[in-house]
C-alpha cells in the first residue's frame, strides 16, 4: 500500500476536516532497480541509492510509460496492476533498450558473426535436465534460426566453441548475476562472445507447461529460441509474438516475422534471396506469410516491399508515397505501384542533397510544397519536386534542442499540422505559422496507439498511423484508435498476396 496522506481542508467557517486517502503511485526501490537495468533509466552515480535525487518524478513517469509501451501496455506512466506483474514475470537478463545514434527498427540488431559455419557446445546439463537432453533441445532450437540467415551450426564436444551453454547459478563471474529461482531464467551475449547462460535454480522442463502463467517449470526450448536470437546478434524486440519478446513465453515453435526481417538484415542483407517469399511458421494466426508479385526492378539491392520495414509512407498529391533506404514507390492506390518505380529518390526530388542518404519524414505542406526532414534541418520542394527553400525546425517554432522529427503530417481534421517526435506532438498552425498554445503533449494522448509512430498519413478522409509491420485507424473524433486494429500493412497497401490465414484481418481494412 502506498502512504495516504491526510488533507484538513480549513474555511473560514468552521467545517470538519475531510480525510481523503490518495494512493502513492511511486516505484519500489526495487521497482526503479527493474528500470535501471533494462535500460528505461540511466545509471546513477556510483554511491547514490536508487530512489534520490538522480530521479525526478519525470524522468520515473517516462520510464514507467517507455516500459509500459515495450511491454504492450497502455502507456500511462502510473504503476497499475499489470505494470507491477511486469516486475514479477521470467525474463531474460539482457536489457530492453539499447541506446543508437538512429531511429530503431521494429527488430533491432546488434553485431552478427564474420561466419556462417557457427560451432556450439553445451558445457553442463541443469540439475533438473541431463546433459544429453539439452543437447537435443538445443540442437532443435538452433535449427529454428538456420534457414532463415543460411546458417549451419555444429556442435563440439571438446574444446573453445563459438557459442557456449552452461547452467550456472547467483553471480557466476560475468557481471549479470542471476536472482534465484523466477525472474530472470537465462541471458546471453551477441557475437563475438555467443555464450549462453541459464539459471540452474529454475526448474527446467524439456515440455512446455499447460498454464503458461503459474507454471513451476520453464520450458528449456522457449528460453533456448530466444537466448539464441541474442548470440545470433538480435536485440529484444516490442512485438508480443517475437521470439525476442523480453518476457518468457511457453509453447514457442518458431519464428516470428521481425526474427527473420532481424536474421535477414544481419547475415543475408548482401545477398538476393534465393526465393521472393518470406515464408513465417508460428502458431499464431496473426504472422502472415507474405509473397511479392513479380518484380518492378532488375536492381538486385532494391528492397521488397513485402517484407521491409519502410522508412516511412505518406500521401503527396494525392498519392501514396513509400521510402525505403534510397528507394522510393508511387501507389495510386492501395496495392497499385505506378509504372515506373521504384526509384532512387534522389533522381525525384531535384536538389536534396546527397548526405540526405534516408527519407523518414516528408509532408506536403497546405500550398501544395512538400518539405523532408533530416536531423534539424528541412528541405522544401515545389509541386515539380525541385527545391526552392532549405531551414532549419526553430523556423517551425520548435525547441532547439529537438533533434529530429519522426513523422510530419497535415490533418483534414482540423487543418493543423502534427509533429511528432518520438514521445511528443505538437500542434501548429501553418495560417500564422504559430505553435499552438498547450504543446508539446505527449503521444499518449492518442489512445491505443503505441509510439514512437514511424508514419502518419491522411488517406481517402482517415488517419492512419504506421509502426513496423503495422498500420491503425484513428477515430479523431474519439480520439482513439478503432477496433479491430492493428492490422499488417504490407497485404493490405501493397501488392502482397496473404496466405488463407490473414483474410479475417484484410475484412476489416476499411
Not at 14 to 35: G, H, L, N, Q, W
Not at 304 to 330: A, H, S
Request: glycine fraction near 6%.
Amino acid at each position: 500500500m502506498g502512504r495516504r496522506l491526510l488533507l484538513c481542508l480549513l474555511l473560514v467557517v468552521s467545517v470538519k476536516c475531510r480525510t481523503i486517502y490518495v494512493e502513492d503511485a511511486r516505484p519500489t526501490e526495487e521497482e526503479v532497480s527493474f528500470m535501471k537495468r533494462y535500460g528505461y533509466l540511466p545509471e546513477v552515480a556510483e554511491g547514490s541509492t536508487s530512489l534520490d535525487f538522480s530521479y525526478t518524478p519525470l524522468s520515473i513517469t517516462e520510464a514507467v510509460r517507455r516500459l509500459q509501451a515495450f511491454a504492450g501496455l497502455t502507456p500511462s506512466g502510473v504503476i497499475d496492476s499489470d505494470t507491477k506483474q511486469l516486475f514479477k514475470k521470467k525474463r531474460c537478463g539482457v536489457k530492453d533498450i539499447i541506446t543508437t545514434s538512429s531511429r530503431s527498427r521494429r527488430y533491432v540488431t546488434r553485431e552478427a558473426w564474420t561466419k556462417k559455419d557457427i560451432t556450439y557446445r553445451v558445457l553442463n546439463g541443469s540439475r533438473t535436465l541431463e546433459k544429453h537432453r539439452v543437447e537435443g533441445q538445443m540442437a532443435a532450437a538452433l535449427a529454428v534460426w538456420a534457414p532463415h540467415a543460411g546458417l549451419t551450426f555444429t556442435r563440439l564436444d571438446s574444446g573453445k566453441a563459438d557459442i557456449e551453454v552452461s547452467f550456472v547459478t547467483l553471480d557466476h563471474g560475468d557481471g549479470s548475476p542471476f536472482d534465484g529461482p523466477g525472474q530472470v531464467v537465462a541471458h546471453a551475449f551477441c557475437p563475438p562472445l555467443g555464450d549462453l547462460h541459464f539459471d540452474d535454480d529454475e526448474v527446467w522442463s524439456e515440455y512446455p507447461a499447460d498454464d503458461e502463467e503459474n507454471e513451476e517449470s520453464t520450458d528449456f526450448f522457449a528460453a533456448a529460441v530466444h537466448e539464441i536470437g541474442h548470440a545470433l546478434g538480435l536485440a529484444h524486440s516490442d512485438v508480443r509474438e517475437s521470439v525476442m519478446y523480453p518476457y518468457y513465453r511457453a509453447r514457442v515453435q518458431s519464428l516470428y516475422e521481425d526474427d527473420i526481417l532481424g536474421m535477414r538484415a544481419l547475415y543475408m542483407k548482401d545477398q538476393q534471396a534465393a526465393t521472393s517469399a518470406l515464408t513465417v511458421q508460428t502458431e499464431n494466426p496473426m504472422a502472415p506469410r507474405f509473397s511479392l508479385d513479380p518484380g518492378v526492378t532488375d536492381e538486385e539491392d532494391v528492397p521488397d516491399l513485402c517484407y521491409t520495414n519502410f522508412d516511412t509512407i505518406q500521401v503527396l498529391q494525392g498519392k501514396i508515397y513509400v521510402f525505403e533506404e534510397e528507394w522510393m514507390w508511387v501507389l495510386s492506390e492501395r496495392k497499385e505501384i505506378d509504372p515506373g518505380y521504384p526509384k532512387r529518390f534522389h533522381d525525384v526530388f531535384i536538389g536534396l542533397p546527397e548526405h540526405v542518404d534516408v527519407v523518414r519524414t516528408i509532408y506536403e505542406k497546405r500550398n501544395g510544397n512538400i518539405v523532408i526532414f533530416k536531423d534539424k534541418q528541412y528541405w522544401e520542394f515545389g509541386p515539380n519536386f525541385s527545391l526552392i527553400k532549405r531551414g532549419r525546425l526553430r523556423d517551425y517554432r520548435l525547441p532547439g534542442r529537438l533533434r529530429e522529427l519522426t513523422t510530419v503530417f497535415l490533418s483534414n481534421y482540423n487543418n493543423k499540422t502534427y509533429l511528432i517526435d518520438s514521445e511528443r506532438f505538437w500542434r501548429f498552425n501553418e495560417d500564422t505559422w504559430t505553435m499552438d498554445k498547450g504543446y508539446p503533449k505527449s503521444m499518449s494522448a492518442w489512445r491505443d496507439l503505441p509510439y514512437p509512430v514511424d508514419s502518419a498519413i491522411i488517406w481517402k478522409g482517415n488517419t492512419y498511423f504506421f509502426r513496423g509491420p503495422r498500420f491503425w485507424r484513428f477515430d479523431n473524433a474519439q480520439i482513439r484508435a478503432h477496433p479491430y486494429y492493428p492490422l499488417f500493412t504490407a497485404q493490405i497497401w501493397f501488392p502482397c498476396q496473404p496466405t488463407p490465414d490473414m483474410e479475417r484481418y484484410t475484412k476489416n481494412e476499411d
